[in-house]
C-alpha cells in the first residue's frame, strides 16, 4: 500500500521560508512522478509543482521562481523549498504521486495522481 506522509508546514510571516517534505513508501516501482499541490477552502486543488524520475520540474506561474521541488529517490522523499512566502500561499499542501507514471503529460493536473498524502496546513501572515 502506498503512503504519503508530509511534515514542515507551519506559520511563517510574509516573506520567509518553509521547507515541505514527503515521505514514500509501500511501493517499488521505478516509474513515477511526484508533485505538490494546495487548497484553500471553496477551491479546488492547484498544482504547485511537479518532478519526474528523471528531475525534469513543472511550476505553476504563481510559484515560479520561489519554489523549489525536488526528490530524493535513494529515501523516496520529496521536498518543496517554498521562499519569499505571500498571504496568498496560505493552504493545506498535499504531496501526490502517480504510480506507475503516465505519459499523458500534465503533471500539475489533481486528476493525473492515484495517491495522496492527508497534507499539512501553512500558513503565511502578513
Known amino acids: 500500500q502506498v503512503q504519503l506522509v508530509e511534515s514542515g508546514g507551519g506559520s511563517v510571516q510574509s516573506g520567509g521560508s518553509l521547507r515541505l517534505s514527503c515521505a514514500a513508501s509501500?511501493?517499488?516501482?521505478?516509474?513515477?512522478?511526484m508533485g505538490w499541490f494546495r487548497q484553500v477552502p471553496g477551491k479546488g486543488r492547484e498544482g504547485v509543482a511537479a518532478?519526474?524520475?528523471?528531475?525534469?520540474?513543472n511550476y505553476s506561474d504563481s510559484v515560479k521562481g520561489r519554489f523549489t521541488i525536488s526528490q530524493d529517490n535513494a529515501k523516496k522523499t520529496l521536498y518543496l523549498q517554498m521562499n519569499s512566502l505571500k498571504p496568498e500561499d496560505t493552504a493545506v499542501y498535499y504531496c501526490?504521486?502517480?504510480?506507475?507514471?503516465?505519459?499523458?503529460?500534465?503533471?500539475?493536473?489533481?486528476?493525473?495522481?492515484?495517491?495522496w498524502g492527508k497534507g499539512t496546513l501553512v500558513t503565511i501572515s502578513s
Open positions: 518532478i519526474r524520475r528523471d528531475g525534469t520540474t
Open positions: 509501500g511501493y517499488t516501482y521505478s516509474s513515477y512522478y
Open positions: 501526490a504521486a502517480r504510480i506507475p507514471a503516465s505519459s499523458s503529460g500534465g503533471y500539475l493536473g489533481a486528476i493525473m495522481y492515484n495517491y
